[in-house]
């Protein structure tokens, strides 16, 4: 009798993830990729565009070159999709998959709701789009504290602090993804600055104002939704071949999924709405139940989020930082491609 694989759960980076830890990434472990890599250098040489290979094999790390949306989205596209295409189809069942902001793009290039060239295209086209209107920015603050169990009144002191920025002229502030045991907020820099003024230092840290990210799943950024559907249509995309589960929670079904629907999700709601990495890690958890949840690489920076949200479900009884560490060294439950042991545990 055949031994059941272990079941997991895909997650895919957003921006942010390939930082200067990960020059370098492609190289180091996709060097069997060639095929891939070279459809994606083509495609940006095509549009006048740096190659990946080229940003990935630069002498150093630059903030200004690796962090622009149009090199950051598809340098970490081609990385995640890599990463997935190295996983062990022996070792693990994949049940589902989902992501954070960006990475939302990349989950359906890996459910197989896009091709990977079509994949590329999605990611670079609004990583472009972005770069060219970078309208307001973003900025993060925690929720919890070094045991990551919820600071009781912060939650209800961000939303007063929300309203009362609101409430000035020409002050714009909303929450644009609820990351775990951080808020990441999206404005324009009247309402930014208002709320970097207000909130309490924490950490060395936070708050954190994100360099070369604008507004982020906001209603600032209709006029890119609204180009970017002038420039996407609908027959880009397919239905899953695996679950999905998006940035409000919302699955999509191999067999049930609309692909009209999908596409003005993509590019209406997901674009200027609040993104709930939080309520999809929820869902794919307690619809799939998986033995581990993988993340894609580049980097680790969504480790601590994915975590929390485990403990805010108090999910197979975690309910602290000691607690999820002590279950990762028995018997892992998140498994990162972007750290060394762990990768080992994942790819073919």
């Given amino acids: 009798m055949t031994a059941r694989k272990p079941t997991a759960v895909i997650v895919c980076p957003g921006r942010g993830t390939y930082t200067k830890t990960e020059l370098g990434y492609l190289a180091r472990h996709h060097g069997d990729k060639r095929d891939f890599i070279a459809m994606v250098d083509a495609y940006r040489a095509e549009a006048g565009q740096e190659t990946v290979s080229a940003l990935d094999g630069a002498d150093r790390y630059s903030l200004a070159r690796h962090t622009r949306g149009d090199n950051a989205s ?60 970078l309208i307001g ?44 045991g951080l808020v990441v907020f999206a404005g324009n820099d009247s309402g930014l600055a208002a709320l970097l003024d207000a909130l309490p230092p924490e950490d060395g840290r936070y708050p954190m104002r994100l360099a070369n990210h604008a507004a982020f799943h906001s209603p600032l950024q209709q006029p890119v939704s609204e180009r970017a559907r002038a420039m996407l249509g609908p027959d880009l995309f397919a239905a899953p071949a695996l679950p999905l589960i998006d940035g409000r929670g919302g699955l999509w079904r191999p067999k049930a999924t609309d692909t009209a629907d999908l596409w003005d999700y993509t590019l209406g709601t997901q ?43 108090d999910w197979q009884g975690l309910s602290s930082k000691a607690d999820f560490t002590a279950r990762q060294k028995r018997n892992p439950l998140m498994l990162s491609m972007g750290l060394d042991a762990q990768r080992a545990l994942v790819a073919a």
Avoid: K
Wanted: a negative charge; hydrophobic letters at 45%; one cysteine or more.
């Fill in 74 to 133: 598809p340098l970490i596209y081609a990385c995640a999709y890599a990463d997935y295409l190295a996983i062990d189809r022996d070792g693990f069942d994949i049940v589902a998959v989902t992501g954070n902001s960006m990475g939302w793009y990349i989950a359906l290039a890996v459910a197989g709701a896009l091709d990977p060239e079509a994949g590329l295209h999605l990611v670079n086209t609004m990583g472009t789009l972005m770069q060219e209107t």
């Fill in 137 to 180: 920015g973003q900025l993060v603050y925690p929720l919890v504290d070094e045991t990551w169990r919820e600071v009781n009144g912060r939650r209800e002191f961000l939303d007063d602090l929300l309203a009362d920025v609101n409430a000035r002229p020409d002050h714009v502030v909303s929450v644009s993804i609820r990351l775990g």
């Fill in 271 to 313: 674009v200027t709405e609040t993104y709930d990495y939080s309520a999809a890690i929820r869902v794919a958890m307690r619809e799939f139940a998986p033995d581990a949840v993988i993340l894609l690489g580049p980097g680790t920076t969504l480790g601590g989020a994915t975590a929390q949200c485990l403990i805010d479900i």
